[in-house]
C-alpha cells in the first residue's frame, strides 16, 4: 500500500501565494500520474490540476489555469502544486491522488486515482 503526504497548506491573504507538496511512499509513485484535488466547506471535491507521470502533460481546472502550476520530481517521488494569485474562493482542503493505471496523459475524474493523501488545508483571506 502507497501512502500519500500532503503540506504546505496554510492561511494567507488573498494575492498570496502557497506551494503544496505531495510526498510518496513507495518509488512506484514516479510512474503513476497525479491529481490534486479540493474540498471547501459544504461542496463537493473538485479536480483542480493533474500531471502525468512524466510530467510531460498537465492539465488544470478553468478556475485556477494561469494561477496554480503542477510539477513533480521522480527522483524525490514528490509532486507539487504552486498556487499564486490566491483568493478567498480558492479556500478549501486540498488533497493530491495517484492514478497508477494510466500510461499517457492525465485524468480530471476522481474515481480514476487509487491512492489518496489525508489533506492539507488552505485559508484565503479577503
Known amino acids: 500500500q502507497m501512502q500519500l503526504t500532503e503540506s504546505g497548506g496554510g492561511l494567507v491573504q488573498a494575492g498570496g501565494s502557497l506551494r503544496l507538496s505531495c510526498t510518496a511512499s513507495r518509488r512506484v509513485f514516479s510512474t503513476y500520474a497525479v491529481g490534486w484535488f479540493r474540498q471547501a466547506p459544504g461542496n463537493d471535491r473538485e479536480f483542480v490540476a493533474a500531471?502525468?507521470?512524466?510530467?510531460?502533460?498537465?492539465d488544470y481546472a478553468d478556475s485556477v489555469k494561469g494561477r496554480f502550476t503542477i510539477d513533480r520530481d521522480n527522483a524525490n517521488y514528490t509532486v507539487w502544486m504552486q498556487m499564486d494569485n490566491l483568493k478567498p474562493e480558492d479556500t478549501a482542503d486540498y488533497y493530491c491522488a495517484a492514478d497508477p493505471d494510466r500510461a499517457y496523459g492525465t485524468t480530471s475524474d476522481q474515481h480514476d486515482y487509487d491512492y489518496w493523501g489525508r489533506g492539507t488545508q488552505v485559508i484565503v483571506s479577503s
Open positions: 500531471i502525468s507521470w512524466s510530467g510531460g502533460t498537465t
